[in-house]
């Protein structure tokens, strides 16, 4: 990840703009900042990323109209920049793992999440196409009075079940991992999902271990828990 400092000392167009908070990211670099007193992201993609950042581009000038989606003011193929605007709120992964969260409110949370894919599903579907979000987890969506959703780089061509697969890996496998509130609320995200929709989502059970099993490149030491639970849900469901 490249330091945002370097873009704003040597690229002309971006010495107005100041930096209010820099944000983890593991590819590009993301930071909250504020252009002549106007609070924006500024996403700042590594030279080999330009593909995913007009793809973001894109998915978002296609959907932010009408689902809550960030606003893109501007994309800068030179220097491989997109502007979107900044949308306050609490993480949803830290709400969901935080133990003063109570139950019914992780459940109304999933059920809002379940909403907003349902619609976001809906409104790029086009005959038995679909566009998925691609990289679907916790972390990828704050709730400010309803849930909103970032960083559309991974955006495709898919099946709406990877996106709910990987929104239920991404929920039993932050900690604390494989809770039975967690598998609750996974159950209560998927039936509110499907209520929803009129496709066949198709086999869960299989997405959702695939899912995790992908999670183990990324998170080696969790190997064995990951591996162990993703069995168990191909064979009996989240149970």
Request: with cysteine.
């Amino acid at each position: 990840m490249k330091d945002i400092n370097e873009l704003i000392q040597n690229v002309e167009k971006y010495k107005n703009v100041i930096i209010q908070q820099e944000f983890i990211s593991k590819k590009n670099t993301v930071a909250y900042v504020t252009i002549d007193g106007k609070p924006r992201i500024l996403k700042w993609f590594v030279p080999g990323f330009k593909r995913q950042m007009e793809t973001e581009y894109k998915t978002l000038k296609n959907g932010s109209s009408e689902l809550c989606m960030p606003h893109p003011y501007e994309i800068d193929k030179k220097d491989n920049v997109l502007i979107m605007n900044y949308i306050s709120g609490e993480n949803l992964c830290d709400l969901i793992n935080d133990e003063k969260t109570t139950t019914d409110e992780k459940q109304r949370l999933m059920i809002l999440l379940a909403e907003w894919f349902a619609h976001f599903h809906n409104h790029f579907k086009t005959h038995d196409q679909f566009r998925i979000h691609g990289d679907p987890v916790l972390r990828n969506f704050i709730f400010s009075n309803r849930i909103w959703s970032v960083d559309f780089e991974e955006s495709r061509v898919g099946k709406p079940i990877e996106d709910i697969a990987g929104i239920c890996a991404s929920t039993l496998s932050t900690d604390p991992m494989f809770t039975s509130e967690k598998f609750q609320l996974c159950k209560a995200f998927i039936k509110s999902y499907v209520n929803l929709i009129e496709w066949n989502l198709g086999d869960k059970n299989e997405e959702i271990a695939y899912a995790l099993l992908k999670k183990i490149q990324w998170r080696p030491n969790d190997e064995d828990t990951l591996r162990e639970n993703a069995q168990k849900i191909r064979e009996q469901g989240l149970l």
